[in-house]
């Protein structure tokens, strides 16, 4: 039975990785059709000379940045504030961004920015993609703080403040520091969601906030193009970096 | 003492009411207006819009979304079980083995679909080996079809089944295992009647967190389905979008919120914290 679960593992992992990494061999490929021609980086060139992509990489940095900042900062404060005692409020509030499909959040916010926008003058574009996007990061970055939390003794924080420290000179000195690792963990996390994001983004970005997934979704829709292969590699050779070393820290 | 959890709590609880509370009671009052001349809401009240989410026109989508998604949910599950096993049983190299399965969770779903586009088309590698082997002279029509839609389903959400199955299966008592072994049940004996049963809790949550966001799907639909393929997911989108009746779209919304959220209560009830 041990053999046999060993070659059904490695058929399911073939399954998982297998098309990304033909994706990645053809990005190379010097020929546009699925044969090979041997290798080229024709397609990295023009990627790199296509200014829609570049602009909305561009975009999609800034997004992904600002957003990270603000939902681990408040993420983790609020994994803090739910470890000393817990929200019933909260949590379900959190449990609930989780698991409401992305289509129905995207259509929620659109309809409260909308909706919004007839008493302040605002419209769509980059602060409201960065709006929704710390909204649903955060149900993540708590769970991953939390769970590093249920590993801190109490006790630390408590002889801390016996010792003079504030309440919050405590949190700052005692409990951050331990909690490091995940808060990093929690923001590269945060950074993947938000970079990738195509259903809700495309549902409340402006039209001088295009980013870079709704540009591939619109060459993807068009059909196979071999830029889009580099593209794609680019980027998930990028993404794979940040999950593989969130990992790392996570269990560190 | 509570004063700095007051002030550490208060960001995300005003962040969690106005980007998710505000805006699902929105989606609830929109749910039961009638559609506006010009693509808004207005006035009167109705219950229409839920009146037609059993209108045989829209009938036919939401039957093949359940049966897409039910589908999707059973299929990761019997290809992520015998996985979650493999690697619970890996000994040191489960960190790695686990990588493996976190890696494509978190890498740009769409990309992946994407790459199945690459495979799955008319000139794509699987067309193209084919046809050079001489096994097939036409290219097979292996993309824009309800089969390409739920391939990418189960490729795209094979990891939410696998983790969590795994979770229990790591912290299950190896000593019942034994104790069945030693009162002579044969490996599978053990495997369906002492280690399946157990992990049950594993198991409905990997199929509700395969279920919930398969229902909802409409990236994977709309690209690997094309225009025939239309599920739950691309009718909401649609209502907001071109067709412009947000109170119809509100409606489904709130049912696809109302089904997740049940689900959500089924699985924490078995224990299953997330949080």
């Known amino acids: 039975m041990k053999r046999g679960l060993e070659v059904y593992a490695i058929a399911i992992y073939a399954f998982l990785h297998l098309p990304l990494l033909i994706l990645a061999i053809f990005s190379v490929n010097a020929s546009r059709f699925t044969a090979w021609q041997g290798f080229s980086l024709h397609w990295y060139q023009a990627m790199f000379a296509d200014r829609d992509l570049l602009e909305s990489a561009g975009n999609s940095l800034a997004i992904a940045v600002a957003s990270t900042a603000l939902s681990t900062v408040i993420g983790t404060l609020a994994a803090y504030a739910l470890w000393r005692r817990a929200s019933n409020w909260l949590a379900g509030g959190l449990y609930l961004s989780l698991v409401t499909p992305e289509i129905v959040t995207g259509v929620s916010l659109l309809a409260l920015f909308q909706w919004a926008f007839r008493y302040v003058d605002f419209r769509l574009g980059m602060h409201t993609v960065i709006l929704a996007h710390v909204s649903f990061s955060i149900a993540y970055v708590v769970v ?21 420290a504030t309440e919050f000179a405590a949190f700052r000195r005692v409990t951050l520091p331990y909690l490091a690792p995940a808060v990093a963990a ?58 593989l070393l969130s990992e790392r820290l996570r269990r560190a | 003492m509570t004063r700095l959890r007051t002030i550490f709590v208060t960001p995300a609880a005003v962040l969690m009411l106005v980007t998710i509370v505000v805006p699902a009671a929105i989606i609830c009052v929109y749910s039961v207006l009638s559609r506006g001349a010009y693509g808004g809401v207005e006035l009167p009240w109705t219950i229409e819009n839920y009146g037609r989410l059993i209108d045989p026109l829209y009938g036919g989508i939401f039957v093949r979304s359940v049966g897409l998604a039910a589908a999707a949910t059973v299929l ?21 083995y686990l990588s493996l399965v976190i890696l494509p969770f978190w890498t740009s779903f769409l990309i992946r679909l994407y790459a199945w586009m690459f495979l799955l088309r008319d000139t794509g590698l699987i067309n193209t080996a084919l046809q050079s082997l001489g096994l097939i002279h036409q290219p097979l029509p292996l993309l824009y079809n309800t089969g390409a839609v739920l391939l990418g389903l189960v490729y795209g959400f094979l990891p939410f089944a696998v983790l969590p199955i795994y979770a229990t299966l790591e912290r299950l008592d190896k000593s019942l295992l034994e104790a069945a072994a030693d009162l002579g049940a044969r490996p599978l004996a053990v495997l369906t009647r002492v280690t399946l049963p157990l992990c049950a809790p594993g198991i409905g949550a990997a199929a509700i967190l395969v279920f919930v966001p398969s229902l909802g799907t409409y990236i994977t639909s709309d690209l690997l389905g094309g225009s025939k393929t239309i599920l739950i997911g691309n009718l909401v989108q649609n209502q907001f979008t071109t067709a412009r009746d947000w109170p119809f779209g509100a409606a489904i919304s709130i049912v696809l919120m109302i089904v997740a959220v049940m689900l959500m209560f089924a699985v924490r009830r078995r224990g299953e914290e997330l949080l």
């Open chain 2, 76 to 96: 990761c599950i019997l290809l992520g079980f015998p996985l979650a096993l493999f690697i619970a049983q890996s000994g040191a190299r489960r960190n790695l």
């Open chain 1, 144 to 164: 991953v703080v939390l769970a590093r939390l249920r590993g801190f003794d109490p006790a630390l924080e408590e002889a801390a403040q016996d010792l003079g």
């Open chain 1, 186 to 243: 929690a923001a590269m996390l945060a950074f993947t969601i938000s970079i990738d994001d195509y259903v809700i983004t495309s549902l409340v970005a402006g039209v001088d906030s295009q980013t870079l997934p709704m540009v591939i979704y619109a060459m993807a829709r068009r059909g196979v193009s071999p830029v889009l292969n580099a593209v794609s590699t680019t980027i998930v050779v990028l993404l794979g970096t940040l999950v």
